[in-house]
């Protein structure tokens, strides 16, 4: 082979190809030295305190000073515009969608308001808005417990360090209402001065515990899913005991399935509430997301609820987690399509071809319950003592419960299909057995016709058929917004102006 330089002699282009090759390269090689150095700055720049600030700062823009990308996808969550073909993050009148419920919840704050919730940016302003929170005129006035606010705001772990987690229970919702006003956020999940995530909610600290289990020897991806235990579950507030009242509590003593927890309130002889029309001691199950999620696929894969929900995303050269806490059917690319190589189209198929069957028979287990309930009173109005109700009641209530838990365990047809498939259909056995005994009721009251199955066409009807005097519900609301809120946030505005955050 001949040497370089006696091949440019005899062929001078060759030298100057050779040298704007040369070129190029080093021109290349220059750029990605100089983005590398550029995101590595950026790196040391994003995450360069700006603010110091205390453990139990509740304002969520303060804590965007320091990490404004987590702060500026948070606040996606005030994005209403996303709709699946079952909810999304629009505000939905569930009750208008579905009026049976206004019947299954007869006697119970559900009946009166129930929207679909929006992003946890909506959080303390939904709550203030709902008529299940009433039109409270003074701080001890009100139909709710101080204890709803609990899973609502980063004020309320602030309060609970204040005064006490047994304090922060008692009372009337009305009565801490200017003290939680900033909406779900950074201090819910998060260490101030780590940022490692920790549990701030002491009822799932204490379920743990009473399972002997330590929730701080939980890994980093568990807690990824545990943080979001602390509010996404089944809970109630146990009124057992006067020097804590109210006190926020998960059944998780005997177990976490429906059949468990429904052990744990009969032993305990617990009820929400007793229903207007059938007269059952009932149960309304909260949002057992987790304990539903345990049950799935993924959870069996090590899965967390971030994953899909609150995906890692890159910008800027810096890979972060998305806090734009959404459905995965708006973000598919970067939750579904980070392990499942489908298209986008089919992945959604599964999950809505999921969705529709268990929903078809939620739908009948729910006309099962609602005939059941005005059957029942139909049962007291010919004259049914306590005594022969009692084990119909307690059908109605079983079967009634497994319905609520599988319908408030949002997500949960994609989450665990085939479990809620299963507490669905153990449902409609009971609703059906609670049907057949009054059925007997009735031959022996010499009752043979067919009871008829109220006009519930809308929602207005169904409130109308259980007695509730809407109008005067809206107008209660209506005084409360006008004059009770503008005090509450005058006095928190007073209050966080004397927070000390150093630059």
Not at 142 to 147: D, H, L
Not at 170 to 190: L, T
Not at 233 to 251: A, G, H, I, S
Not at 432 to 459: C, W
């Amino acid at each position: 082979m001949k040497p370089i330089n006696e091949s440019v002699n005899r062929k001078p282009m060759l030298g100057w190809l050779i040298f704007l090759a040369s070129l190029i390269v080093v021109f290349l090689l220059g750029i990605l030295a100089s983005s590398i150095m550029e995101r590595r700055a950026e790196s040391v720049f994003a995450y360069t305190p700006q603010v110091e600030y205390g453990q139990w700062e509740p304002r969520n823009e303060v804590w965007g000073e320091n990490f404004p990308r987590e702060f500026e996808s948070y606040y996606k969550t005030a994005d209403t515009s996303f709709n699946s073909k079952y909810n999304g993050n629009a505000m939905i009148d569930m009750l208008e969608v579905d009026p049976r419920l206004v019947v299954l919840w007869a006697g119970y704050g559900f009946s009166k308001d129930y929207n679909q919730g929006r992003g946890h940016y909506y959080a303390v302003e939904d709550i203030q808005n709902t008529l299940r929170t009433g039109g409270p005129k003074n701080e001890k006035d009100g139909p709710m417990p101080a204890t709803c606010w609990t899973c609502k705001s980063p004020d309320v772990p602030r309060l609970m360090n204040e005064i006490g987690v047994a304090e922060f229970y008692k009372g009337k919702w009305a009565g801490k209402g200017h003290e939680v006003v900033n909406p779900i956020g950074c201090a819910d999940c998060h260490d101030a001065k780590t940022m490692n995530l920790r549990v701030t909610r002491p009822a799932l600290i204490e379920a743990f515990q009473r399972q002997g289990k330590d929730i701080n020897q939980a890994t980093h991806q568990e807690m990824r899913s545990l943080v979001c235990a602390q509010c996404h579950v089944e809970y109630y507030f146990d009124k057992r005991n006067p020097e804590k009242p109210n006190y926020l509590t998960f059944p998780w003593d005997k177990g976490m399935d429906v059949e468990s927890a429904e052990a744990y309130y009969d032993e305990l002889e617990f009820k929400d509430w007793t229903h207007k029309l059938s007269k059952a001691p009932m149960l309304k199950a909260q949002h057992p997301g987790y304990e539903i999620y345990l049950k799935g696929i993924h959870a069996d894969r090590g899965v967390s609820c971030a994953d899909c929900h609150m995906p890692y995303k890159s910008e800027g050269g810096q890979k972060f987690t998305d806090h734009h806490i959404q459905s995965p059917l708006n973000n598919v690319a970067n939750s579904c399509q980070v392990c499942h190589r489908e298209e986008t189209e089919k992945l959604i198929k599964n999950v809505y071809t999921r969705q529709d069957q268990i929903i078809g028979n939620r739908d009948k287990l729910e006309e099962l319950l609602v005939r059941a309930h005005v059957e029942a009173k139909k049962a007291w109005d010919l004259g049914a003592d306590e005594a022969t109700m009692k084990p119909v009641l307690k059908l109605i209530r079983h079967a009634q419960w497994r319905w609520d838990y599988a319908a408030a365990s949002h997500g949960g047809s994609f989450h665990a299909p085939t479990e809620i498939s299963r507490i669905i259909s153990t449902g409609i056995v009971r609703a059906q057995e609670a049907r057949l005994e009054l059925a007997r009721i009735f031959a022996s009251k010499g009752f043979n016709e067919k009871v008829a199955y109220p006009d519930i066409a809308t929602k207005a009807k169904a409130q109308k058929f259980i007695g509730l005097d809407m109008e005067k519900l809206e107008a209660e609301k209506a005084e409360f917004k006008k004059n009770i809120l503008p005090e509450w946030k005058k006095k928190a505005d007073k209050r966080e102006s004397g927070y000390q955050v150093k630059l």
